[in-house]
C-alpha cells in the first residue's frame, strides 16, 4: 500500500488528486480499517475518510494478509515502522536516502509502536539491467525512461502520452539503475543494500524481452547472490 500515483489513478476513476498530506492520511486510515476488519468480526468506523456501519469480511484468513507500505520519505516509511508488516522502497536514489533517511525512519515507527524491528521485512526493488552485452544493458534503461525524471516532474501528471513526452528529454536513463555484463561487477553493485540491511530483494528489469533476462539472471547471478 502507498499513497498513490495519479497517472495509475486519474484517468480510471476520475478523481481530482488529493494533495501529500491528505494521501498520507488517506493510507494511515486505511491501514488500520484494513487491519480492524483482518481482526473482528464486525466493525464499526467513523474515521476522517471511511466510514463502515457492521462491515465484515466473511472468509478472513486465519492468519493475516501481510500489509507493506511503500516509501519515497520518512513520514511513509515511519508508518511502515509503525502498523505495517514490511516496509517497501525502490533503489537508484543514493545510498544516503536509504542510509540516512528511510531506514532510520522505519526504525523510529518501530520503536514508537514498541515493534521489533527484525520482524518487520525490509523489501527494495533493486532495478537491474543485466545482460551479457554491455550496450544493449544500457540501451534498455531508455524504455523506462521516465524513472529518471525528477519527483517533481511527475507526481502530477496522468497523462500516458505526456509522461512518454517528458521521457523523451532524459539523457541519463541508466542512472536509476545497476547497469552490468559481468557477474562480479553486479554483485558488488547490489551488496550495499544487503549491507543497509534489506533482507527481501525484488529485480526490476527494464528489457522487453523478460524471458532473456531471467534466463541470465537465473544462471548467472542468482545463484552466486543466495550464497552471499
Known amino acids: 500500500m502507498g499513497t498513490g500515483e495519479s497517472m495509475n489513478e486519474v ?11 491528505e494521501r498520507f492520511r488517506r493510507l494511515s486510515e486505511a491501514v488500520k480499517l484494513i487491519q480492524k476488519l483482518w481482526a473482528e468480526d464486525f466493525v464499526e468506523w467513523d474515521g476522517e475518510y471511511y466510514h463502515v456501519k457492521g462491515a465484515t469480511v466473511y472468509d478472513r484468513p486465519e492468519v493475516p494478509v501481510p500489509i507493506y507500505i511503500a516509501a519515497s520519505g520518512p513520514a511513509a516509511a515511519k508508518l511502515a515502522g509503525r502498523l505495517a508488516d514490511g516496509f517497501i522502497c525502490t533503489s537508484g536514489k543514493g545510498m544516503e536516502l536509504y542510509r540516512d533517511t528511510l531506514l532510520p525512519a522505519v526504525r523510529e515507527g518501530a520503536e514508537a509502536a514498541q515493534r521489533d524491528l527484525d520482524g518487520i521485512d525490509k523489501m527494495i ?83 522487453d524481452d523478460q524471458s532473456r533476462f531471467l534466463e541470465l539472471y537465473a544462471e548467472r547471478i542468482l545463484p552466486r547472490l543466495r550464497a552471499l
Do not use: C
Open 125 to 207: 526493488e533493486v532495478k537491474v539491467s543485466f545482460d551479457t552485452d554491455r550496450a544493449r544493458a544500457l540501451k534498455d534503461t531508455s524504455i523506462w525512461a521516465a524513472l529518471a525524471l525528477p519527483a517533481e516532474d511527475k507526481v502530477d501528471v496522468h497523462n500516458p502520452r505526456e509522461m512518454e513526452e517528458r521521457a523523451r528529454k532524459v539523457r541519463d536513463p541508466e542512472r536509476r539503475w545497476l547497469v552490468s555484463d559481468d557477474p562480479d561487477e553486479h554483485l558488488e553493485q547490489i551488496q550495499p543494500y544487503l549491507d543497509l540491511g534489506f533482507n527481501h530483494l525484488v529485480f526490476h528489469a527494464p528489457a
Open 11 to 21: 484517468p480510471v476513476i476520475g478523481i481530482e488528486w488529493p494533495d501529500q498530506r
